[in-house]
């Protein structure tokens, strides 16, 4: 099982900004993406990249958020910028293997007060 380790969340007011970062232990996942889940709701889909390259973005979150990736470093960010308090969550990494299952990160927790 490949790691994925999160780092980057925190409390901040609205309107701020936070950048959270995904390390994968190897280069072997076809896709990443960033994942959030609230008290009492679902796990959502924020942003993630395609097999293609492509960017997915959840529309609650276009043009604030920027998904990016460093490959030498088997690194993904999460730029999330002008930060709601609807924003809160726990924020996961997911990997997604060649054969298709998936590995996740333990989350880090993002809390935006108003």
């Known amino acids: 099982q490949v790691q994925l380790v999160e780092s980057g969340g925190g409390l901040v007011q609205a309107g701020e900004s936070l950048r959270l970062s995904c390390a994968a232990s190897?280069?072997?996942?076809?896709?990443m993406g960033w994942y959030r889940q609230a008290p009492g709701k679902q796990r959502e889909l924020v942003a993630a990249?395609?097999?293609?390259?492509?960017?997915n973005y959840a529309d609650s979150v276009k043009g604030r958020f920027t998904i990016s990736r460093d490959n030498a470093k088997n690194t993904i960010y999460l730029e999330m910028n002008s930060l709601k308090p609807e924003d809160t969550a726990v924020y996961y990494c997911?990997?997604?293997?060649?054969?298709?299952?998936?590995?996740w990160g333990q989350g880090t927790q993002v809390s935006v007060s108003s």
């Open positions: 997911k990997g997604t293997y060649p054969w298709g299952s998936t590995s």
């Open positions: 190897r280069s072997i996942f076809i896709t």
């Open positions: 990249f395609t097999s293609d390259g492509r960017t």
